[in-house]
Structures are given as structure tokens and as C-alpha cells.
């Protein structure tokens, strides 16, 4: 499987600001010595140097992962980051794309993704709701878009309604779903080849009850080798902001290790997070798994351009 993050963001797109990008120019150049600026070389081997939060950066589009199976082509999600996606790739025949739900950041970007202009471009959506198809071309209507968006974009889309907890086949791959808790429900998707497991569980507000005692979702998420899963919020956050849906990163730390997962991609940042707090977070998740005796788990942070091979 290849996995490739086009959108991590939560809530909405957050394009990195003016200030932001002093900020990284500042802390480059405080720690520029005068030999990292004698030539090209030494300048590349420099800035190559800097710490991630510096240099790059998590991205600002909302939710969409793409994954890669042979010749199947799955999409989660069609954040904003899916509008980059269609200008990278060329149409397969067919994208199979799921919906975790139908928040606004989670489909936004399909008016903007070249592909749904595009006739010979087939979609299969797979979702939980029985209304998904009237959700998800609400946004095209009139007025929330010109009359020539509803009029021109792909009508070769076919709904499928699935249901939690109920494997079933696509193409060679094994798929499960599990209904997490969040305002309007969301599901959580688990795809299986080979002996590999992906999880993806975006927008889902863990408690401590999840994974203490009988927790549901055991086929979805039991062993699975990578989970991305919603961190949006620090532990103080989650005490202030309880029933807004999302999880603090301990939480999904503590999910990851009741399910014996090997690498965990927080994802579903916070709008108001620059990359240097997003660091810090993933910092502080890596010193918690150690804190309860678990520095065997693998924690990263989602960045968006992101390529994971399974
Ligand atoms: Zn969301
Ligand atoms: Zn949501």
C-alpha cells in the first residue's frame, strides 16, 4: 500500500500566514553560523539541516489521504487537499472514495479536483449515511456554488451505502469501519492486504472508557500496523472543549496501545497551531509513550505531501 497525505489539517484551511513565515525566517537565521553561509553548497547543506518545523511545514489543507493498493485507488475524504491531488495525478479508471463523514472539511475540495470535470473519470463513493448522496451535492447547488459548478461536475459518481462493523471486499484489499463518537457521528476505516493493516480514524473524540475495559471497533483497529488518527487538541484543551469531537494526542497514544498499533500519524491539526506548537505536540506525544513504558510505539506527525509505504 502507498499512503500519501494531501490534506491534515482540521476544521479548515489554514494557509500558513505572513507572520508565520517571518517566524521560520527568524529562527533560520538565528541559527545560520558564518561557515553555513560561504557558497551554495554550504547553504543547501544548511537549510537541509534545520529542523522540520523550520524548514517545512504540516500543510493547511483540509482532510484527504490517498492509498494506493495495485490498481485500486482509494480516497478518504475530499478535503481541500484533494484539489492538489488532482493536479498530480492522472485519473486512474476508477477512484473509490470514503467519507468518514460529511463535515464541511471533509468535502470541500471536490469542486475544486480537476478529475470531477473530467468524463471519463469514474467514482465510486462508499458512506454510512443514507443521505450521502443529497449531502454530498448540497455543496455544488445553488447558492453555495455558480449555477455552472452543479451544471458541469462528473455525473458518473455511484453511492454506496455501507454499514459499521461489516467487512467486505474491494478489489483484493479487506475493509472494515467502526462508528467513532463526534457531533453527527464519523467512521473509522480499516484496510487490509496481505498481513498490512491501515487504519484511518479522523475526527473521533476519545475517552478514557475507549480503551479501558471492552471497547467495540476490535476488527478495525486491533493490530493494525499504522493508524492516523484525530490528535487536534493538547490535554488541557480536551477538558475545555468536551463533545467538540476531537481527542487530545495522550488519548490517542493510550487507543494506539490498547490496540497494539506499531505507528501512529496524529492528524486533524489544529487550525490555530503553527508547525512550531505542532512540534511540540508531537514531542510531548513521543515523551508520553515513553512515560507509560510504550517508546516502542512509532508517533509522527501527519504532514501533507507525505508518502508512506505499507
Ligand atoms: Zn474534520
Ligand atoms: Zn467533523
Known amino acids: 500500500m502507498n499512503i500519501h497525505f494531501w490534506g491534515v489539517r482540521g476544521s479548515v484551511p489554514t494557509p500558513i500566514s505572513p507572520q508565520q513565515v517571518q517566524s521560520k525566517i527568524m529562527a533560520a537565521i538565528q541559527r545560520a553560523k558564518p561557515e553555513d553561509l560561504l557558497n551554495a553548497e554550504t547553504r543547501a547543506k544548511f537549510v537541509s539541516s534545520l529542523p522540520s518545523w523550520i524548514f517545512g ?11 494506493v493498493n495495485n490498481n485500486t485507488h482509494v480516497i ?25 463523514h460529511f463535515h464541511w472539511d471533509h468535502i470541500q475540495g471536490f469542486p475544486f479536483f480537476d478529475h470531477a470535470y473530467n468524463p471519463n473519470c469514474r ?12 449531502y454530498f451535492w448540497d455543496q455544488v447547488a445553488e447558492p453555495y456554488s455558480p449555477p455552472s459548478v452543479g451544471k458541469t461536475i462528473a455525473k458518473n459518481i455511484n453511492f454506496n451505502r455501507i454499514y459499521e462493523d461489516e467487512e467486505f471486499m474491494l478489489d483484493d484489499m479487506k475493509i472494515n469501519s467502526h462508528k ?3 457531533p453527527g457521528d464519523s467512521y473509522a476505516f480499516s484496510f487490509e492486504y496481505e ?17 479501558i475495559g471492552d471497547f467495540a471497533g476490535e476488527g478495525v483497529f486491533r493490530n493494525a500496523d499504522i493508524l492516523v488518527i484525530d490528535s487536534q487538541y493538547t490535554v488541557e484543551e480536551v477538558y475545555r472543549k468536551e463533545n467538540w469531537g476531537h481527542s487530545s494526542f495522550c488519548y490517542a ?9 506499531k505507528k501512529v500519524y496524529l492528524f486533524h491539526h489544529e487550525p490555530v497551531y503553527d508547525d512550531k506548537k505542532l512540534n511540540s505536540i508531537l514531542e510531548a506525544a513521543r515523551w508520553y509513550a515513553q512515560y507509560i513504558n510504550h517508546s516502542d510505539i512509532e508517533i509522527y ?9 505499507l
Open 123 to 134: 467514482f465510486e463513493v462508499y458512506s454510512h449515511y443514507d443521505d450521502a448522496e443529497k
Open 180 to 182: 467513532m463518537r463526534h
Open 76 to 100: 478518504l475524504d475530499a478535503g481541500t487537499g484533494i484539489r492538489a491531488l488532482g493536479k498530480a495525478r492522472a485519473c486512474p479508471d476508477k477512484y473509490y472514495l470514503f467519507f468518514s
Open 301 to 309: 506527525l501527519a504532514k501533507e505531501s507525505q508518502e508512506i509505504i
Open 253 to 261: 497514544i493510550d487507543f494506539a496501545v490498547y490496540w497494539n498499533i
Open 195 to 211: 498481513g498490512k493493516k491501515f487504519v484511518y480514524a479522523t475526527d473521533v473524540e476519545l475517552k478514557t472508557t475507549d480503551y
Open 57 to 67: 511545514t504540516a500543510g493547511g489543507n483540509t482532510a484527504c489521504v490517498e492509498l
